[in-house]
């Protein structure tokens, strides 16, 4: 019972409290200052990020900080060359390593599962994996290999500094809000 009427108190507590929030004419999320929770949430509006919302990081519209790269459009033609290539290279191979993961699944939630079967398909994957890192590399450094001796040394320097102060994963700028 006591239960009952403490949690019957901190609704209606809530309630009046929340109550003149509900209150605001419409003008008072224009009004309102920026970042405060009645401020309008509009596209284009509020932060450094042009799609709306917290800035969500310079990369992904199109922005970069530091020296900017400049590629001759025959560098270009051949960063497309090489990623398609790169592609057509392992698309079966990640065809193949998505179905031998199902199948391994399938052998691990079967009552008679054989340990030797489901370790000899966990060989096959990491096998698949290897040979998926290895392509990921040699893509890697032949588009490195298109780059001029400058662009090497600003894409040296670049790795160096994201070394030094961690990478810019886009995520840390999306934390939830509390």
């Not at 065809?95 to 966990?122: F, H, N, V, W, Y």
Request: contains cysteine; aromatic residues 6%.
């Amino acid at each position: 019972m006591k239960f009952k009427r403490n949690a019957l108190f901190i609704a209606i507590a809530a309630t009046v409290i929340g109550l003149p929030s509900f209150a605001l004419d419409d003008n008072a999320s224009a009004n309102a200052p920026a970042g405060s929770k009645f401020a309008a949430k509009v596209p284009g509006s509020g932060g450094a990020c042009k799609a709306g919302g917290r800035s969500c990081g310079m990369k992904r519209h199109g922005m970069r900080r530091g020296p900017h790269f400049s590629f001759s459009d025959e560098q270009l033609e051949k960063f497309s060359a090489l990623k398609s290539q790169y592609l057509t290279e392992i698309g079966p191979a990640r065809l193949e390593l998505k179905s031998l993961k199902r199948q391994q699944k399938d052998l691990m939630t079967k009552a008679d599962s054989d340990r030797g079967q489901i370790l000899a398909m966990q060989d096959k994957i990491n096998s698949l994996r290897d040979k998926l890192s290895t392509s990921s590399l040699k893509y890697k450094l032949d588009k490195f290999a298109v780059l001029t001796a400058d662009q090497q040394k600003l894409v040296r320097h670049r790795i160096l500094v994201g070394q030094a102060f961690g990478g810019g994963s886009h995520h840390r700028f999306h934390k939830r809000s509390a």
